[in-house]
């Protein structure tokens, strides 16, 4: 294969892959629409016929196969940002999952103004997991950032990282004179 054809193929192939995220996220909130309603009114009791009383027998049905913690987050997820606070459903599929659900379990929709919970909206649907993270947290908090240190051991024969007990933050901070602030030179290696 030539390199040509070699780059028009990674091309095609990284399109699938975008395509199909899209699909998935498309997918999920529409799962969450439908979750959310089945178990409002109770209607998964007569989706399938007789014999399932239980939400958790209904989520055990070969055909939804579904934990307790997804169905309340992609529920819980459709609920707040299309039914509290009035967003289209397209323009939430457009986001990925688990930037939303960070913002719920972070308790950053009740931290946030309006303005900001759209420009929340709008960093979730373009931003990695670790990106949005920082992103938000610059955005609705303004006081700076405190630091945990710890000390960690490489296993060299599996790469298996594991943290140093018994040594405090304090100690480490002693132990390498680390000022509260980190130097700028540190900071712009760390992407701080």
Same mark, same amino acid.
């Given at each position: 294969?030539?390199? $040509? @054809?070699e780059? !028009?193929r990674?091309?095609?192939l =990284?399109?699938? &892959?975008?395509?199909?995220?899209?699909?998935?996220n498309?997918a999920?909130?529409?799962?969450? %629409?439908? &979750?959310?309603? #089945?178990?409002e +009114?109770?209607?998964? %009791?007569?989706? /399938?016929g007789?014999?399932?009383?239980?939400?958790?027998?209904?989520l055990?049905?070969?055909?939804?196969?579904?934990?307790?913690?997804?169905t309340?987050? #992609?529920?819980?997820?459709?609920? /707040?940002?299309?039914?509290? #606070? +009035?967003?289209?459903?397209a !323009?939430?599929?457009?986001?990925?999952?688990?930037?939303l659900? =960070? /913002?719920?379990t972070?308790?950053l929709?009740?931290?946030?103004d309006?303005?900001?919970?759209? @420009?929340?909206?709008?960093?979730?649907?373009?931003?990695?997991n670790?990106?949005?993270?920082?992103?938000?947290?610059?955005l609705?908090?303004?006081?700076?950032?405190? =630091?945990?240190?710890? /000390?960690?051991?490489?296993?060299?024969?599996?790469?298996?990282?594991?943290r140093?007990? +018994?040594?405090?933050? *304090?100690?480490? #901070?002693?132990?390498? $004179?680390?000022?509260?602030?980190?130097?700028?030179?540190?900071? *712009?290696n760390?992407?701080?």
């Amino acid at each position: 294969m030539s390199l $040509k @054809e070699e780059a !028009k193929r990674a091309r095609s192939l =990284y399109r699938l &892959i975008e395509e199909a995220n899209k699909s998935i996220n498309f997918a999920k909130i529409e799962i969450g %629409k439908a &979750i959310h309603e #089945l178990k409002e +009114g109770n209607l998964y %009791k007569k989706a /399938v016929g007789n014999g399932i009383d239980k939400w958790n027998h209904f989520l055990k049905l070969p055909e939804i196969n579904m934990t307790d913690y997804t169905t309340k987050k #992609l529920s819980t997820i459709y609920n /707040v940002y299309c039914n509290d #606070l +009035g967003y289209e459903k397209a !323009k939430i599929q457009e986001c990925e999952i688990d930037n939303l659900w =960070y /913002v719920i379990t972070e308790g950053l929709i009740d931290k946030a103004d309006e303005d900001k919970i759209e @420009e929340i909206i709008s960093l979730a649907s373009s931003l990695s997991n670790f990106e949005f993270k920082e992103a938000v947290h610059d955005l609705v908090f303004t006081k700076e950032r405190q =630091y945990d240190y710890l /000390v960690m051991q490489r296993v060299r024969e599996t790469n298996n990282l594991r943290r140093v007990k +018994g040594i405090s933050s *304090d100690d480490v #901070l002693n132990a390498f $004179k680390i000022n509260e602030t980190i130097p700028k030179k540190l900071k *712009d290696n760390i992407g701080g």
